[in-house]
């Protein structure tokens, strides 16, 4: 889907930018150009970087619990 009407980078290259370590929007931007432009996608960046961090976290903590269960 396209997320970046003004550089045509899609929501597929955002989330890996992301993935791979773009914790801002201007980090989405060097990574993949979207929101470099008019900035209208920005807000849609910023969602889905707290999205990613939400299902990262949420990620980790299950890798703990299941590693403490390990533990015992
Ligand atoms: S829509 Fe992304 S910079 Fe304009």
Do not use: F, Y
């Not at 980078?9 to 929007?25: C, K, L, Q, S």
């Not at 960046?45 to 939400?54: A, L, N, Q």
């Not at 619990?65 to 390990?70: D, E, F, H, V």
């Amino acid at each position: 889907m396209l997320m970046c009407h003004c550089t045509g980078a899609t929501d597929r290259a955002v989330r890996n930018a992301i993935r791979n370590g773009a914790a801002t929007t201007d980090d989405v931007r060097q990574a993949c150009g979207a929101g470099g432009r008019c900035g209208g996608c920005r807000p849609a960046i910023e969602s889905m970087i707290d999205g990613e961090s939400v299902r990262r976290h949420a990620a980790n903590n299950a890798v703990n619990m299941t590693s403490g269960s390990n533990d015992s």
